[in-house]
Structure formats: structure tokens, C-alpha cells
């Protein structure tokens, strides 16, 4: 079994910065993929950014060039830092891992983190 735990949400002003991070704990060693995921009031979750064992990665078009996934080894965390954040960017932001490496949603979800980006 695996937990995902998210943290670094907030409200932040549009053109802002946040980096999210995302712990997992159990049998990580298992684990060949970990994304993030988002879904806004009303709308279907979507995939943001991921990244395989093999350090690569991912992006959604609406993301690629303001956001970076990147994960640290030790601790083991998978962060995603995101600047410069717009309105649109306002969803709960959820961490996803599987065994399969792929980008596709996989077994197990963390409880997400708002961000909300609002002026």
C-alpha cells in the first residue's frame, strides 16, 4: 500500500508562486510514476504534470513552460513548482502514483491542496 500526503496550497495573486509538495510513504520502492492532477469547481480532473522513475516528464499545454515537476530522491518528495500562476490555475491539486509507468491516472490519490489564485 502507498499514502500520498500533499501540502503547499494557499491563495496567492495572480503572477504568483507556489510549489506544492507531495510525500510519499509505504511501498514506494513500487511506485514507477507520480503525477499531479487538478480539477476545478465543476470541471473533470485533469492531469498537470508527471514524472517516471526514470526522471521523465510531462506537461499538460496549459502548463508547459510555467510549471515544473520535479521530485528529491532523499526524502523522497515530488514537488511542483508553478509561476507564474493565473486565475484559471484555481483547482484542489492532487498527487497521483502507480507501479505502471505511465502517464495515466493510477491507483493511488492523495487528498489534494487548494490553491486558489484570486487578485
Known amino acids: 500500500q502507498v499514502q500520498l500526503v500533499e501540502s503547499g496550497g494557499g491563495l496567492v495573486r495572480p503572477g504568483g508562486s507556489l510549489r506544492l509538495s507531495c510525500v510519499p510513504s509505504?511501498?514506494?520502492?513500487?511506485?514507477?510514476?507520480v503525477m499531479w492532477y487538478r480539477q476545478a469547481a465543476g470541471k473533470e480532473r485533469e492531469l498537470v504534470a508527471g514524472?517516471?522513475?526514470?526522471?521523465?516528464?510531462t506537461y499538460a499545454r496549459f502548463v508547459k513552460g510555467r510549471f515544473t515537476i520535479s521530485r528529491d530522491n532523499i526524502e523522497p518528495t515530488v514537488y511542483l513548482q508553478m509561476s507564474p500562476l493565473k486565475p484559471e490555475d484555481t483547482a484542489t491539486y492532487y498527487c497521483?502514483?502507480?507501479?505502471?509507468?505511465?502517464?495515466?491516472?493510477?491507483?493511488?490519490w492523495g487528498k489534494g491542496t487548494l490553491v486558489t489564485v484570486s487578485s
Open positions: 497521483n502514483a502507480d507501479r505502471l509507468p505511465a502517464f495515466i491516472a493510477g491507483d493511488y
Open positions: 509505504g511501498d514506494i520502492s513500487s511506485l514507477s510514476v
Open positions: 514524472i517516471l522513475k526514470d526522471g521523465t516528464t
